[in-house]
């Protein structure tokens, strides 16, 4: 019986000799894993292959092939490791098959000029948002394993295309001994924002590649929640690409998302 909350299977993975894990049913969505998921075992792995801790700096994905629930392994490998910069890849298997291949560059601060952020940081309140089981019928199982509001449009199914989405997120699961994996998941919860122009389900649409950039060490957010604005930018001939800002609660601006999406009419 494979361990249910996300903890629990990125540490199977840790501790494993073999770079395996597993996961049920509930972390799917329609044929595959929740794509943070699928992406934290490859970050895991290549996180686990450093010969010290290093702040990530960008994660790049590619999710080659639906990724079904059972038993995964990870071929993790170092392709160059320098004096502040180390840059690795990720294979996840299922089946004998490559489902996602991942890469990340890990790197040590150095002293350099600083230029902050120029995004504003003006979140609307939880407590006038839309929590996820309001809406769980039209949602995916995976988000009963965490908390959020819907602040803003972009809802999936909601009859009107809406460009934007904005909302609250965090783990149910305690994530605190992994700082990297609690945020590219978070990342990576924001559905295909061209579903919000839909009435209703299903409408299959799932990301192809996904870049991630780490403007702090993920080990440097504050607070268990974030604050996720996403946008729309083109959708056309079944892909869209969308792109998206994580800020932590404190309005520290963490990560910057970008993914090419396909969908099914």
């Not at 996840?92 to 995004?119: E, H, W």
């Not at 992994?178 to 299959?204: C, F, G, N, Q, W």
Request: charged residues 15%.
């Amino acid at each position: 019986m494979p361990a249910s909350d996300i903890h629990s299977i990125l540490t199977a993975l840790e501790r494993s000799g073999s770079n395996t894990t597993s996961f049920g049913e509930n972390w799917s969505q329609g044929r595959s894993a929740f794509g943070g998921l699928a992406s934290c075992f490859a970050v895991t792995a290549m996180r686990h292959l450093l010969n010290s801790p290093q702040p990530i700096r960008s994660l790049m994905v590619s999710f080659i092939a639906p990724l079904p629930p059972g038993e995964i392994s990870v071929d993790a490998r170092i392709h160059r490791q320098g004096r502040n910069v180390t840059q690795a890849s990720a294979d996840v298997i299922s089946n004998g098959t490559i489902c996602l291949q991942a890469m990340a560059v890990f790197g040590n601060p150095r002293a350099a000029l600083k230029v902050s952020p120029d995004y504003v940081f003006q979140p609307r309140p939880r407590d006038q948002g839309l929590a996820f089981e309001a809406n769980a019928e039209r949602l995916p199982n995976f988000l009963q394993y965490f908390d959020g509001y819907w602040v803003g449009g972009g809802q999936p199914f909601a009859g009107k295309l809406d460009r934007q989405l904005t909302m609250w997120v965090r783990h149910r699961a305690e994530m605190t001994s992994m700082p990297v994996e609690r945020l590219v998941t978070i990342a990576d919860i924001p559905p295909p924002l061209i579903l919000s122009h839909y009435h209703k389900p299903p409408v299959p649409a799932s990301s192809l590649t996904w870049s991630l950039e780490f403007v702090i060490p993920p080990e440097d957010a504050i607070g268990d929640w974030f604050y996720l604005e996403y946008y729309l930018e083109a959708a056309a001939d079944g892909y869209t690409q969308q792109a998206g800002k994580v800020w932590d609660e404190s309005g520290q601006l963490c990560a910057l998302s970008r993914q090419c999406m396909v969908y099914f009419e």
